[in-house]
């Protein structure tokens, strides 16, 4: 998603150190990097857990299976700007975007992506192979599930919902919470070009802002912060959030999931910044929402059987 220039700068050092490092070409065609045996070795065991313990099967609701991958990757440390790693010409545009994959540190997306995908596997029912979930996460973060470079990336995570809801992996619930529609434009990349490397290159930024544009016909379902008590019994664990924003140009500076812990009460597992690792929100979801420094609600969708 979006970064702002200061968490981008904030962050470049730690990015350059924390970027996966080059898998080798899958079967499949999906060149998905791997830090070390032990994320191959954490898929196998979390498929292994979710189907022991009933959690997936396919045609089966996904949410509390990808709850419980999200579980199990609380502690995790958090790595900022994993997605930034791209092939370029000389002149820096950007000629081809690597499958970067991880299960064992995260960004806030990429734990939604990651917990999703390893319960798409396990739902799916095949050997845990690490090409299985590769294309599970290729087909999460592309427009129409197809990794095509960087422009292909679903960048604002808004959009992410609904090419994710058009193709039947997730469904957007805002109209079902009773949502408002935010139809605010969303310029925050071209806005600041400066913050992402690959918009330094003049076609790149075109192409941004371009599609920018056509994002202007697609309002975003927000769920008003005041509202979310009076629908928290409607979302449910494993729910994707979206964490909405009034910063110009922007629809999400925050991405996590619904947890409902043993006394009943909502709260985000996610992979925050300021937390350092992956962890539930220790405020109910309404005040982690609220204290969020320009927060205007959320954005909700509910992962969809395989």
Do not use: N
Not at 232 to 241: E, M, S
């Amino acid at each position: 998603m979006p970064l702002s220039r200061r968490d981008f700068l904030r962050t470049a050092a730690l990015a350059a150190g924390a970027l996966s490092l080059p898998g080798r070409l899958s079967a499949a065609g999906l060149d998905g990097s791997i830090d070390t045996d032990e994320d191959e070795a954490r898929l196998r065991s979390w498929v292994r857990t979710l189907r022991a313990e009933r959690l997936a099967a396919r045609g089966r609701p996904l949410g509390r299976a990808v709850a419980r991958v999200g579980e199990l990757a609380l502690g995790a440390p958090y790595a900022a700007g994993t997605l930034d790693a791209y092939l370029s010409t000389p002149g820096g545009e950007p000629t081809h975007e690597p499958l970067t994959l991880t299960l064992s540190r995260f960004d806030c997306v990429t734990l939604v992506e990651s917990c999703l995908a390893v319960a798409r596997v396990a739902a799916g029912g095949a050997e845990p192979a690490w090409d299985a979930f590769a294309a599970q996460v290729q087909r999460l973060r592309y427009r129409g599930g197809a990794r095509d470079g960087y422009l292909s990336r679903l960048h604002y995570f808004s959009e992410w919902i609904a090419d994710g809801t058009r193709r039947g992996t997730v469904r957007d619930i805002g109209p079902d919470l009773g949502s408002v529609l935010d139809a605010r434009p969303l310029r925050f990349m071209s806005q600041h070009r400066w913050s992402y490397p690959a918009l330094r290159v003049d076609a790149v930024f075109s192409a941004v802002a371009q599609h920018e544009r056509a994002l202007d016909a697609a309002p975003r379902h927000l769920v008003p912060t005041e509202r979310i008590a009076a629908v928290a019994d409607r979302i449910h664990t494993g729910d994707v959030l979206a964490f909405a924003t009034s910063i110009a140009g922007l629809d999400a500076t925050h991405t996590g999931l619904a947890y409902r812990d043993k006394a009943g009460v909502l709260r985000a597992l996610h992979a925050p910044l300021s937390g350092g690792q992956v962890q539930v929100s220790r405020r109910p979801l309404q005040e982690y929402v609220a204290g969020i420094a320009h927060s205007t609600g959320i954005l909700v969708a509910r992962p969809l059987p395989v």
